[in-house]
């Protein structure tokens, strides 16, 4: 089949890759504009921008998938099916109904739990012990398509949501080739989405990556392997913002306050609503990342003091 690969940021590269050496021909690739980047706010294109600039295949950037000069381009194209990966933006149906497959997108969830922007980091923040990628035809709802196939992953216990999310990347870019060429072979079926067990995944916010330190140990590790790398893990110390790295429960510990901390000769511990966690990597501001116990000498950490 002639295909079109429709994404934008590194996650998507794997599925490009996998879909460019695949037996089908890749045609193009549409992705989000160049953006600012980096201290001089110069344009930087999106890593599967640059994948098709190293390799010689047309780039297509939207500003909107509606604006005509795109809708004329994908006709003359005319591509057999658009496989999708976090593209990032809407798709409307004047674009959907081009390719006589339509439009079919890799979703990092199974679905139809976590529809959404970010499928792993809610699996992590929540405590799923298990996750997987679906493969879906894209319509206007929110990842609601009928889906083609999908794959499982365990959650790790020390999994953050970029290890989770590279596995799922290369283990998913399998699926979607299978899938294009199930539909090319004619053998695809589609199986709507259950009614039960929808469960929704907005992009988690800077607010959403603030350690709440009167959670009880477990979720405040979840909510800093859920926020790393993206957006970020947080907290304050003495009215500064620091970043953290990951946390472990720490059940030998003695009772703190919640964000009490105390500096031991080998760990730093902060307090939770239940026992105390070991801190991983400390990073304030303008610093860069270093071994918690490395930064609470550099600031003297005093008796008492406490994470906000």
């Known amino acids: 089949?002639?295909?079109i690969f429709a994404g934008t940021p590194a996650v998507a590269v794997p599925a490009l890759a996998a879909v460019a050496a695949s037996r089908h021909e890749l045609v193009a690739v549409v992705t989000r504009p160049d953006a600012p980047a980096g201290r001089g706010r110069g344009l930087s294109r999106s890593p599967v921008g640059e994948w098709a600039d190293e390799h010689g295949v047309e780039v297509l950037t939207p500003a909107?998938?509606?604006?005509?000069?795109?809708?004329?381009?994908?006709?003359?194209?005319?591509?057999?099916?658009?496989?999708?990966?976090?593209?990032?933006?809407?798709?409307p149906p004047a674009a959907l109904e081009i390719p006589r497959h339509g439009w079919i997108n890799l979703h990092f969830s199974l679905l139809p739990a976590w529809r959404g922007a970010a499928p792993v980091q809610h699996a992590?923040?929540?405590?799923?012990?298990?996750?997987?990628?679906?493969?879906?035809?894209l319509e206007q709802g929110l990842d609601t398509g009928p889906v083609f196939g999908t794959l499982t992953d365990e959650i790790r216990p020390g999994d953050t949501s970029g290890d989770l999310l590279e596995r799922l990347a290369g283990s998913g870019a399998g699926l979607l080739?299978?899938?294009?060429?199930?539909?090319?072979?004619g053998t695809a079926r589609a199986e709507p989405q259950p009614t039960d067990g929808v469960s929704l995944a907005p992009k988690l916010t800077v607010e959403d990556a603030r350690v709440r330190w009167t959670d009880p140990a477990f979720a405040v590790d979840r909510r800093v392997r859920a926020c790393t790398p993206a957006p970020g893990p947080w907290t304050t110390?003495?009215?500064?913002?620091?970043?953290?790295?990951?946390?472990?429960?720490?059940?030998?510990?003695?009772?703190?306050?919640?964000?009490?901390?105390?500096?031991?000769?080998?760990?730093v511990l902060a307090g939770t609503a239940t026992v105390p966690v070991r801190l991983?990597?400390?990073?304030?501001?303008?610093?860069r990342a270093m071994p918690a116990t490395d930064w609470a000498r550099g600031v003297r950490v005093g008796t008492g003091e406490e994470f906000a």
């Open 177 to 185: 080739v299978a899938v294009l060429d199930a539909i090319a072979d």
């Open 124 to 137: 992590v923040l929540h405590g799923d012990e298990l996750t997987g990628a679906s493969v879906f035809q």
């Open 64 to 91: 909107r998938p509606r604006e005509p000069e795109f809708l004329d381009r994908l006709r003359e194209l005319a591509p057999d099916c658009v496989p999708v990966v976090a593209y990032g933006a809407l798709v």
């Open 280 to 287: 991983g990597e400390v990073r304030a501001a303008g610093k």
């Open 1 to 3: 089949m002639r295909v």
């Open 237 to 267: 110390f003495r009215g500064e913002r620091v970043k953290l790295g990951p946390v472990v429960a720490a059940a030998d510990g003695p009772d703190l306050k919640p964000g009490e901390l105390l500096v031991e000769k080998a760990r």
